[in-house]
């Protein structure tokens, strides 16, 4: 089996998203080509070239794949498929926005967000915001398949030596174009690849109150801000704070959850973090069920507490 796999970046970065894609490629067996389109991006194709595993790097450099458009990369991707039994993309939002579309073109159904590879055409992955696992086995020749990073450890990104091969396609499809971005930038850490996320929920009361007792905690253990859709609905925080299954999948070592009462969609989006420490005046509250450690009580009088003694 061949295997095609997406690689995620900004043209000058490799992201953490590949390397657990190359993981979930590798354990299809045979061997794993990295697709890096962009522009100006020869930096991360030779990166893609000294992760371990990867046989070969397809380089396709044209100002069309500047913005990873889906419209300029999908017929890219679909061609490219020609030599490939399966395509493999990071589960985040260029890969959902991609592998939908190849999918299509290619006639076959996506296997979405898989958590593990339990054959060359048998996979899991989660149903009902997570609270059971489904076995799937395809029956299409050609697989396209998008991966959960935080179930698979990262390949190393070194020990590596492919070989970087130019390839090219249709270039700019002409039926949309970039206007711009709109991107935050912090100091802390990016929360889907943070190793301790401190999140907070509605339970917090305001904007003022959420950033007077989140932001001294997390700067403190050097974490990224999370927040309960709850809480991005009220206005406390930025959407792109939002972890759950409509935010952001994460799976740190350490996950302070903070005035979080623990429903079914957040529960989705963090379970899977190593160590979870839930504060809440809930004895009762769900958070309590997947929580390792559990403080009840005022969180305006625990967390400024906790925040001290650190």
């Known amino acids: 089996m061949s295997v095609l796999v997406l690689a995620e970046h900004d043209n000058s970065v490799l992201k953490d998203a590949t ?11 045979g061997d794993v080509h990295l697709l890096v389109a962009g522009h100006g991006a020869q930096g991360v194709a030779d990166a893609a070239a000294q992760v371990a595993g990867v046989a ?3 380089l396709a450099d044209d100002a069309a794949y500047a913005q990873a458009l889906a419209e300029n990369l999908a017929p890219l991707i679909t061609a490219l498929m020609a ?12 890969g959902k926005n991609i592998a939908p579309r190849v999918a299509a073109a290619l006639d076959v159904a996506q296997i979405s967000e898989i958590l593990s590879v339990e054959g ?8 009902y915001a ?3 696992i489904a076995t799937v086995k395809s029956a299409d020749a050609k697989k396209v398949i998008t991966v959960r990073g935080t179930a698979f450890a990262k390949a190393a990104t070194s020990g590596g030596s492919a070989a970087i091969e130019a390839v ?16 935050t930038t912090s100091a802390r850490p990016e929360l889907t690849a943070a190793k301790i996320i401190v999140s907070g929920g509605r339970a917090l009361g305001s904007s003022d109150k959420f950033h007077e007792f989140i932001d001294p905690l997390a700067d403190k253990l050097g974490a990224a801000i999370g927040a309960s859709r709850a809480a991005v609905d009220a206005g406390y925080a930025p959407n ?13 070592e350490l996950y302070v959850a903070v005035g979080i009462s623990g429903a079914i969609q ?5 379970k899977d973090s190593k160590i979870i420490v839930a504060i809440n005046k809930d004895e009762e509250a769900p958070i309590f069920q997947v929580a390792d450690v559990g403080l009840v009580g005022d969180l305006f009088s625990l967390v400024p507490e906790l925040t001290a003694k650190l």
């Open 120 to 127: 060359p055409d048998t996979f899991t992955r989660p149903i």
């Open 130 to 132: 997570g609270n059971a």
């Open 168 to 183: 090219s396609g249709a270039g700019d499809a002409g039926i949309s174009t970039f206007e711009g971005a709109e991107l």
């Open 19 to 29: 390397l657990a894609a190359v993981t979930a490629a590798g354990q299809l067996g």
């Open 83 to 94: 030599g490939y039994d399966a395509l493999v993309a990071p589960a985040t939002t260029r």
């Open 266 to 270: 957040h529960l989705a989006g963090m």
């Open 240 to 252: 792109d704070y939002q972890v759950g299954q409509t935010g952001k999948i994460v799976a740190p």
């Open 56 to 58: 070969k790097v397809l």
